[in-house]
């Protein structure tokens, strides 16, 4: 099956760690901070339930980073609230210093540049007040789409477990969780793409030709929770259904046989 081109966003609760490099630096009131970002706790599942992607469980697991880590490094951006805040827009926090792999999460360590606007950020950075997130494209996955209902799953929803990714930026955000909900992680990318329609309207369309659709058929606004969105679906070039549309077949064919008795929630 055909893995759609498109970047997908994740969020992740736990807080962003900043500290001063030294004690000297810290008593000078010199600007020497560095900001770590943990943004992806491994084999933790969390729901996602999104108009681009689908309605289904996912994780991720340890060395599906390891690869962009060491090809993409260069390109990787860190940035906050995607480029997408009003005051900062797309302008880069700071040098990655460090990103890698720990035994639990991809963990990336940012020297801040002494700018205004990361000094306008430092107090809510101090105060551990932002979670984190970050904008990547899943390149390897496996599925269950028959998982049965167990303590982590008790709807039995799809589950999907990435094994390998590209990673395009990552950073602090305001909100990095849902309030409703007791998992750290969720998915952003509805939001994101809502954001990116007006900015980057090519890109937009680009990425809604991936999933199978185009302007003409998408009645409904990427935030609006819908599995079958309300449109004509849309094969790609060569006959393929791209996964994002398989994902929301999944979910489509799970509420069918929920409703049918064979699932209960």
């Keep these: 099956m055909e893995t759609p081109q498109i970047e997908v966003v994740r969020a992740y609760a736990p807080k962003t760690v900043l500290r001063a490099v030294d004690d000297t630096a810290a008593a000078d009131n010199t600007f020497d901070h560095v900001m770590e970002v943990r943004f992806s706790t491994f ?105 049965g209902v167990s303590a982590w799953n008790p709807r039995g929803l799809p589950e999907r477990t990435i094994t390998k990714v590209r990673l395009f930026e990552f950073g602090p955000v305001t909100f990095p969780a849902n309030p409703e909900s007791t998992a750290s992680m969720r998915s952003l990318t509805d939001a994101y793409y809502e954001r990116l329609m007006p900015r980057e309207p090519q890109a937009y369309d680009a990425a809604l030709r991936a999933i199978g659709r185009s302007r003409p058929d998408f009645t409904g606004r990427p935030g609006a929770r819908s599995t079958g969105g309300g449109g004509t679906d849309v094969e790609p070039q060569g006959g393929d259904t791209s996964l994002t549309q398989a994902n929301r077949d999944r979910a489509l064919r799970w509420a069918q046989r929920r409703m049918k008795g064979q699932h209960h929630g």
Excluded: C
């Excluded at 991809?106 to 306008?120: A, H, I, K, M, S």
């Excluded at 430092?122 to 996955?141: C, D, I, K, N, W």
């Design 43 to 147: 084999n933790t599942w969390y729901e996602i339930d999104s108009w681009w992607e689908g309605e289904f469980l996912e994780r991720t697991v340890k060395g599906a980073f390891a690869e962009t880590i060491v090809q993409d490094r260069d390109a990787i951006k860190v940035l906050y609230d995607h480029g997408f805040d009003y005051q900062i827009g797309n302008k880069v926090l700071g040098p990655i210093d460090d990103l890698r792999e720990d035994p639990d999460s991809p963990v990336g360590e940012v020297p801040l540049f002494d700018t205004q606007y990361n000094r306008e950020l430092l107090p809510g950075l101090e105060a551990g007040v932002y979670g984190s997130s970050f904008r990547m494209r899943v390149t390897g996955e496996t599925w269950d789409d028959e998982p």
